[in-house]
């Protein structure tokens, strides 16, 4: 067996010998001890584990170069710093994979060589910052991924002679400012994340050389503004995402984006101007619908925990190419009659997590398209959703989400859907007698007693019957 399996991994028959930093570039003198790593011990097909380098060691990997080694991945492993001959050790290396590594600084000169170096994966380390020039050597690095690190400061030769760099990931760092040339060099890039930083502004300019940016993730910043003229050079940009900033109202100016996420903004009032296909603005505080003149081109909607309430005034009537609508936990009690009128080729509905107990079953005559209704967590009754059931979502064969509703706060369930019996308005003859109504209330005012420590919605029930029983008597 071991006669098969040596020569397959033939290459990785490395010495690593590492020295305490005294020694510096000086051969192993007799006064230092020496510490002899095997990386064949420690790797296999590029795969190498508890691979130990600390901070003061001096490593020096082979005395001649390994050809053919495209791809290094090390895991559970900790490695103080890349051993600086690692790309002359291994002159084809193409893809660094050092996540998780605690790493924690960079040495000089510590790319050269590294002119095969393609990707470069050194995310959840414990990197400070990023010295000058350090990239010099990674001429055609095309995807640095630095998420995870404790960097705190990014100067404009950071990213010096990265040319060819297409995608960037600086995610949950320390950030708190940005030097205006500091991805000057990177006239290629497409794909970039800053989020999960500090960042409270960025210079006016900063992505001037980027033509090609098409991604750009701000989520989860400090910004309480957003200028859309900070992009107004990147005629690709098609996906926007400043979640989870404080930005209370947003306006944005582009010709147009595929997605924009923006949830968990307290977002109060939205402006989309130019064309956009996708917005995520669940968890915000939007009261209203926002406001895109060019709403015919938006095809998924995501509104979801928003405090919208009822829809009132036909809001979604220029949202005429929806495929997918999110209004779940919008506090709506009710849906007015024509909402989804516009909503021919809608493909995706979620009104689920509301107070809606019964609607308009001619609601559901324009939804020609829905394949998916998510429909429960309502206040449904019982006889309402029976016919939503036979008459539209069972005929239809559309998809539809079970309850997890506590059964014993359920009068019934139709279809692992939860419902309530209970008087319904048009059920309701209008000369129907006071004594009716006084008994149902005394009915409805036994539950209240009984329900005391019930859930909300429980209670949105009661009290909307109790309504019903006031206009009633
Ligand atoms: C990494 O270490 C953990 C525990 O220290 C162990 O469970 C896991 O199998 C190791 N993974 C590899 C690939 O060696
Ligand atoms: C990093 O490794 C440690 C164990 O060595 C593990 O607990 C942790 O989840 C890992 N983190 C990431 C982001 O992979
Ligand atoms: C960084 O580069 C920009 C131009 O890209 C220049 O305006 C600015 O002065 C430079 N800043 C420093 C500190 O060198
Ligand atoms: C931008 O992208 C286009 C199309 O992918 C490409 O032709 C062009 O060379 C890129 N520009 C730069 C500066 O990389
Ligand atoms: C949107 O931006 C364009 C230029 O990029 C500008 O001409 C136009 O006035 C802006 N529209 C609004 C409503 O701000
Ligand atoms: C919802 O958004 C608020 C900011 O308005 C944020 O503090 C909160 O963490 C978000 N909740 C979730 C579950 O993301
Ligand atoms: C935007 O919507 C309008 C109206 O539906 C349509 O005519 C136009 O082609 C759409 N534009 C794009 C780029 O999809
Ligand atoms: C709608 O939004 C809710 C809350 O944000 C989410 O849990 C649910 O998965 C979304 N529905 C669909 C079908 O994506």
């Not at 990014?154 to 949950?172: I, P, T, Y």
């Not at 979604?316 to 609508?325: H, I």
């Not at 995706?348 to 020609?368: A, C, E, Q, V």
């Amino acid at each position: 067996m071991a006669m098969l399996v040596w020569p397959l991994f033939g290459w990785m028959v490395v010495q690593l010998v590492v020295l305490p930093q005294s020694h510096q570039l000086a051969p192993p003198s007799g006064n230092g001890q020496l510490r002899r790593l095997w990386l064949q011990d420690h790797c296999s097909a590029g795969i190498c584990t508890n691979v130990e380098i600390g901070r003061s060691d001096y490593v020096i990997l082979s005395q001649a170069p390994i050809a053919g080694t495209t791809m290094l991945t090390f895991l559970n492993s900790s490695i103080a710093k890349i051993p600086h001959l690692l790309f002359d050790t291994f002159p084809d290396l193409q893809v660094l994979r050092m996540e998780n590594c605690s790493l924690e600084t960079f040495e000089k000169p510590q790319f050269e060589g590294a002119s095969n170096l393609m990707a470069l994966y050194l995310g959840h380390n414990r990197l400070k910052d990023i010295p000058k020039n350090i990239f010099l050597g990674a001429d055609n690095l095309a995807t640095l991924h630095l998420q995870g690190n404790q960097l705190k400061q990014l100067g404009n030769h950071s990213f010096h002679a990265l040319k060819e760099v297409k995608e960037l990931s600086l995610a949950d760092n320390q950030l708190e400012e940005l030097a205006l040339g500091v991805f000057s060099g990177m006239r290629k890039l497409v794909e970039l994340s800053l989020a999960g930083n500090r960042l409270q502004a960025l210079p006016r300019g900063l992505f001037d050389r980027n033509l090609n940016l098409t991604k750009l993730n701000l989520g989860r910043n400090l910004f309480s503004a957003f200028e859309s003229e900070l992009l107004r050079l990147q005629p690709r940009l098609t996906q926007l995402d400043i979640s989870g900033n404080i930005v209370q109202e947003l306006t944005l100016n582009f010709t147009s984006l595929d997605t924009v996420i923006a949830h968990s903004c307290d977002l109060r009032r939205l402006t989309v101007y130019g064309i956009v296909r996708e917005l995520d603005l669940h968890n915000n505080s939007l009261r209203e619908m926002p406001h895109i003149p060019l709403a015919a081109n938006v095809s998924s909607l995501d509104l979801s925990q928003n405090p919208l309430g009822n829809l009132q005034g036909n809001p979604l009537r220029r949202f005429t190419s929806l495929l997918r609508l999110n209004l779940s936990t919008t506090n709506a009690h009710e849906l007015p009659e024509g909402v989804f009128k516009k909503q021919s080729h809608l493909q995706m509905l979620d009104i689920s997590g509301n107070s809606i107990y019964s609607l308009k079953i001619t609601i559901f005559d324009s939804l020609k398209a829905l394949q998916y209704f998510y429909f429960q967590q309502n206040n449904w009754n019982c006889d309402f959703l029976q016919l939503l059931m036979s008459s539209f979502v069972k005929r239809k064969d559309i998809s539809f989400m079970e309850d997890v509703t506590a059964p014993e706060l359920v009068d019934d369930y139709v279809d692992g859907i939860a419902c309530w019996y209970e008087s319904d308005k048009q059920s309701k003859k209008c000369d129907s007698g006071n004594s009716d109504a006084a008994m149902e209330l005394s009915v409805v005012r036994n539950e209240i007693k009984a329900f005391t420590e019930v859930v909300e919605k429980k209670f949105i029930k009661v009290y909307r019957m109790l309504e019903e029983m006031k206009m009633k008597l």
